[in-house]
């Protein structure tokens, strides 16, 4: 009997730590599938999901830059995915339509709440960036019923905009990066500034003794968010190598009906990472 097919589709993608995590999770549960990655052209995002489906492949996990475009490829979305306005797992259901889901948020509030014991209501959240990592995991936050959250980026008017989509009993406001100054109890780095060595210009006055500060990005060592978080004497710093094995997780399930454990997996990859 064949296995199961599935992958992950991104440009670039031969970094991408999926294909070993899934076949952790495989392993684990007694699955027989088969994971791998794609790169398709920045050009043909549709044309390689068609064809990966065509040729029948079961799931695909979709990464930067197409997650927008999966979005508005699919036919059927999960209300997370509507939330987050953009897909990271496609599948197929009993009628052949092409469906979308978004784990990111689920993800990474299972990371917050379950490996790290956090509890988020009634609490102060400060969310760094704009972009599409950010709105994937406002819903899910928010579920959580803090007691407010800021959302600030280096255009103030994207945040506001990003704030607004989410407007509701909660309060939930959009600024730029300096008309920030409170302290809070959970700071979240969604930005890409990790990437490059960056730090957003940020008051230190955001972090107190009792902050935890997580950055949605990861690495061998401290990422520079974390190590300036450290400094300025956070309680806490958490990377996002949590958050990645935890969406995928929900993908697996999703895909599967089962869950992993996740974190056999984690300890797995954190010791490669390092």
């Not at 019923?145 to 989410?166: H, Y």
């Not at 929900?250 to 997996?265: C, K, N, Q, Y």
Request: hydrophobic share 40%; with cysteine; net charge negative.
């Amino acid at each position: 009997m064949e296995n199961d097919l599935y992958a992950v589709v991104g440009h670039p993608i031969s970094h991408s730590k999926s294909p070993r995590i899934h076949s952790l999770f495989a392993e684990q549960t007694g699955q027989a599938l088969e994971y791998t990655a794609i790169q398709a052209p920045l050009e043909d995002f549709a044309g390689t999901v068609n064809t990966f489906f065509n040729r029948g492949g079961k799931g695909l996990n979709v990464t930067v830059p197409f997650k927008e475009e999966a979005w508005n490829l699919v036919e059927e979305r999960t209300p997370a995915a509507d939330a987050a306005g953009a897909v990271n797992t496609l599948y197929r259901d009993d009628q052949q339509r092409l469906c979308g889901d978004n784990t990111d948020g689920p993800g990474l509030v299972r990371d917050l709440t379950v490996n790290h014991g956090l509890d988020l209501k009634d609490k102060s959240i400060l969310v760094l960036g704009a972009g599409g990592a950010v709105r994937g995991i406002l819903a899910p936050l928010i579920a959580q019923q803090p007691l407010r959250i800021v959302v600030a980026n280096r255009t103030p008017s994207k945040a506001e905009k990003l704030a607004g989509l989410f407007a509701g009993p909660l309060p939930i406001r959009g600024c730029g990066f300096d008309e920030v100054e409170d302290t809070f109890d959970l700071v979240i780095n969604g930005t890409s500034a990790s990437l490059q060595g960056d730090l957003p210009p940020l008051s230190p006055g955001i972090i107190g003794p009792k902050t935890v500060s997580y950055d949605m990005m990861y690495g061998p060592e401290l990422t520079p968010f974390n190590r300036w978080a450290s400094d300025q004497g956070a309680g806490q710093v958490i990377d996002g190598l949590g958050m990645l094995v935890e969406q995928a997780a929900e993908s697996f399930a999703r895909w599967r009906g089962i869950r992993p454990d996740t974190s056999l997996v984690m300890e797995a990859l954190r010791d490669r990472v390092g």
